[in-house]
């Protein structure tokens, strides 16, 4: 157990023990504090990211660590990293053991308070996520979960649904997205090639429609129904 102790000098396989106990020391640290702690980052990705970034760092601001040590700890850590995403994808039941499995905290309109718990967050938490989804009310909700990368999906009672050209199975166009035209005073001329459009139909559009100027536009846009949007500068 030496390797655990401040030593004046560590053997390979130290190193090597020591970077196996931080790495799983770390997933248990992570598990802990929960989904809400690591957000968006995957556990096995915070943990390799939180380590490395520590690992490397430290002798590059101490001229008394030397390289070899980080380095093998962190080819020990990147081998780990490795070993557990393939054993992830290989044996469900370990991939159910390191990723939590979704929390369910909104079924129905009611809160669950124990999914609350679980997922380590408050009732403050919550009402953010459901604002972001555009929910207003917890009531309209019919199942809500809690994502092991740390957001909610949100499933609305159908009757509290919007209603979309499909309901009343009305026929729409094609999906358009706009072309940029301009963009911070600049003209894109391989847009404007492409929809066979020049530079002087660019300067006439914004005079007649905007009275400026190409140098004034900070984003402008063209549909396929010829509609130009333009943002000036403010």
Avoid: C
């Amino acid at each position: 157990m030496d390797f655990f102790l401040n030593q004046e000098s560590l053997t390979t396989i130290d190193w090597i023990l020591r970077a196996i106990v931080a790495f799983f020391f770390l997933v248990f640290v992570a598990k802990t504090l929960g989904q809400r702690a690591i957000s968006q980052l995957r556990l096995l990705d915070f943990v390799i990211t939180l380590v490395i970034g520590n690992i490397i760092a430290h002798p590059l601001s101490d001229e008394h660590l030397g390289l070899k040590g980080p380095i093998i700890t962190t080819s020990v850590l990147v081998i780990l990293y490795l070993v557990g995403i393939f054993s992830i994808l290989k044996w469900p039941r370990l991939r159910r053991l390191i990723i939590s499995a979704p929390i369910k905290v909104v079924q129905d309109g009611e809160i669950i308070n124990k999914g609350l718990k679980k997922a380590k967050i408050s009732i403050d938490d919550l009402l953010e996520e459901l604002r972001k989804e555009k929910v207003e009310d917890v009531k309209k909700v019919a199942i809500a979960i809690w994502e092991p990368d740390g957001k909610i999906s949100v499933f609305l009672d159908p009757k509290y649904e919007p209603i979309t050209p499909s309901s009343f199975q009305m026929e729409t166009g094609p999906f358009d997205l706009p072309r940029i035209i301009i963009k911070e005073g600049k003209i894109d001329y391989k847009e404007l090639k492409q929809i066979n459009k020049d530079e002087g139909w660019v300067d006439s559009s914004l005079e007649r429609l905007y009275q400026t100027e190409v140098n004034n536009v900070l984003l402008a846009t063209l549909d396929r129904k010829g509609s130009l949007k333009v943002f000036l500068y403010k």
